[in-house]
T-cell receptor, first 115, second 112 residues
Framework: AQSVTQLGSHVSVSEGALVLLRCNYSSSVPPYLFWYVQYPNQGLQLLLKYTTGATLVKGINGFEAEFKKSETSFHLTKPSAHMSDAAEYFCAVRRSGGSNYKLTFGKGTLLTVNP | DVKVTQSSRYLVKRTGEKVFLECVQDMDHENMFWYRQDPGLGLRLIYFSYDVKMKEKGDIPEGYSVSREKKERFSLILESASTNQTSMYLC???????????FGDGTRLSIL
């Protein structure tokens, strides 16, 4: 079965500092991986995705993530945090078997950005 | 642009009521999903539909049912609402299995 582990339910950074949100996954098939962001009182918005090809994926708002098969990781980074990045972030992996349209989500990481 | 619309942002109902949550997408997507989101638990899949009139149980289907009579509309039904169904409900849709899911803004449901 697929699973997603997001290390740290709450990450706090200063404005201008590096953002690093960790995601490890397990999957019995080649994974499709996604990062979503959720701003307060809104639904989830796609930040970036990895399906095949280049392992370094660039997304919206200056975020990027690198797929590392050997480490089963897909960590999200941004070189310089902005106040507007404060939100909850979810990592997700495609499920295998049966209806492979379904995703397994991590429990989320709340990012706080301090002035 | 992609649009998934949930009929209500906030809803308050009473225990035992039958509750309908509606979701409409305008992208001609085959797949539609209902999730509930609770603090510390992330998103959990309730039901999934891969075509009109086709549905599949997710991880937590108990106490819920769904209806998909038209491609663009996917309804979640709480047959007899209970207080433990107080939650944020999110609808999503996708075209292909390797394409991302697009989410609505959610319905915050309170059962009193």
């Amino acid at each position: 079965a697929q699973s997603v582990t997001q290390l740290g339910s709450h990450v706090s950074v200063s404005e201008g500092a590096l953002v690093l949100l960790r995601c490890n996954y397990s999957s019995s098939v080649p994974p499709y991986l996604f990062w979503y962001v959720q701003y307060p009182n809104q639904g989830l918005q796609l930040l970036l995705k990895y399906t095949t090809g280049a392992t370094l994926v660039k997304g919206i708002n200056g975020f990027e993530a690198e797929f590392k098969k050997s480490e089963t990781s897909f960590h999200l980074t941004k070189p310089s945090a902005h106040m507007s990045d404060a939100a909850e972030y979810f990592c997700a992996v495609r499920r295998s078997g049966g209806s492979n349209y379904k995703l397994t989500f991590g429990k989320g990481t709340l990012l706080t950005v301090n002035p | 642009d992609v649009k998934v619309t949930q009929s209500s942002r906030y809803l308050v109902k009473r225990t035992g009521e039958k509750v309908f949550l509606e979701c409409v997408q305008d992208m001609d997507h085959e797949n539609m999903f209902w999730y509930r989101q609770d603090p510390g638990l992330g998103l959990r899949l309730i039901y999934f539909s891969y075509d009109v009139k086709m549905k599949e149980k997710g991880d937590i289907p108990e106490g819920y049912s769904v209806s998909r009579e038209k491609k663009e509309r996917f309804s979640l039904i709480l047959e007899s609402a209970s207080t433990n169904q107080t939650s944020m409900y999110l609808c999503a849709s996708s075209l292909l299995f390797n394409q991302p899911q697009h989410f609505g803004d959610g319905t915050r449901l309170s059962i009193l």
